[in-house]
């Protein structure tokens, strides 16, 4: 039976794989602990998996890896995930593989019993721009919108600086949730996320202020060769002064710093890159919203094998299927 590791454990496992996404770590597995989920990680001497658990309704309990499992898992690691999901009593074990489309794990999770989920939890597409070569040559690869947008916001006299205003970070977060439509998480939620990650150096909180008043601030992450940008917000005040191409552009500063060599962007609609392209001027919905946005820093579109459903028990498991579509209704 694969051992269930301590946090300090399971850090040591990921080290030998330094590109483990940033779902995996011990540290996600700490902030979701706060928040309803229960992390449980099992590792092999080359595979492991960070799993969080949780109880959705009375005997409804999901099994969810983010962005994992790590290593050659579905041989070395499939039954012990199995043994563990069923223990908890648990209706599905839901898998999002950090794999890119097309990768050969996508042809071998059917013939271990996976269906394609019709729910995910993760965006499935996302831009990655790279970091590659000098800050003029990062500029050069982005879109000259983009790039104008970056210089104008630094001429008018926006200021980039790290920030540790939770609050007003969440208020911010709030003015965009309402204005954008998308759901936003407590303060709480972003507080433990800053405290978890920046005093481990893999995160930091960036706001884009003009004469002392905040207009946008995002959170930037980072582990191994890759950042990311999961969170940000801005002020229906100032748009004209571009603060949030200055914030991004800062966070890529930031990334480089640390070594990394690409960012994604985290999250587009997940649509070919010819509708994406002849749709996106007409469309705001959903993601639609950010990427006109995300499009001008001059990254590559990429996407991943997606989610998978393990079934583990059909009843639960279709009931699901219908409390996760009236939830998206």
């Given amino acids: ?9 399971w850090e040591a496992f990921l080290a030998r794989h330094p590109d483990a996404h940033l779902l995996q770590s011990a540290a996600w597995g700490e902030l979701k602990a706060h928040f ?3 992390p449980v990680r099992l590792a092999s001497s080359n595979a492991g998996a960070q799993l969080l658990l949780r109880r959705l309704a009375p005997g409804l309990t999901l099994a969810y890896v983010p962005r994992g499992p790590v290593g050659p898992w579905l041989s070395a690691l499939l039954p012990d995930l199995v043994a563990e999901c ?23 999770l059917p013939a271990h019993g996976f269906l394609r989920a019709k ?7 996302t831009i990655m721009v790279d970091l590659a070569g000098s800050e003029d040559e990062l500029l050069d ?18 200021q980039v600086r790290p920030w540790d205003d939770l609050r007003t970070f969440h208020h911010l977060l709030q003015s965009t949730g309402e204005r954008d439509a998308f759901g936003v998480h407590s303060e709480a939620y972003y507080r433990r996320a800053y405290e978890l990650f920046h ?39 100032g748009r004209n002064l571009m603060p949030t191409y200055a914030l991004q552009w800062e966070a890529m500063r ?14 587009v609609p997940d649509e070919p890159e010819s509708v994406l392209e002849s749709e996106f001027t007409r469309r705001q919905d959903g993601l639609w919203g950010v990427y006109r946005f995300k499009r001008g820093f001059g990254g590559q ?9 393990l079934v583990l028990r059909p009843g639960l498991y279709r009931l699901y299927g219908f409390a996760a579509r009236s939830l998206r209704g």
């Fill in 199 to 237: 005093a481990r150096g893999e995160c930091e909180l960036l706001v884009a202020e003009h004469d002392g008043r905040p207009l946008a601030a995002l959170m930037v992450f980072a582990r191994g060769s890759t950042a990311w940008y999961f969170y940000g917000a801005s002020s229906s005040e």
């Fill in 36 to 38: 309803g989920w229960e």
């Fill in 86 to 108: 069923r223990a908890r009593g648990a209706f599905a074990l839901k898998v999002e593989p950090e794999a890119p489309e097309g990768d050969p794990l996508e042809t071998s």
């Fill in 301 to 309: 579109l990429a996407r991943t094998a997606g989610a998978w459903d």
């Fill in 119 to 125: 729910h995910a939890i993760q965006p499935r597409r």
């Fill in 254 to 267: 930031w990334a480089r710093g640390r070594g990394c060599s690409r960012y994604d962007l985290w999250g």
């Fill in 1 to 9: 039976m694969t051992p269930r590791l301590s946090p300090d454990a």
């Fill in 141 to 158: 690869r982005m879109h000259p919108k983009t790039r104008y947008n970056i210089r104008l916001s630094e001429r008018k006299g926006v």
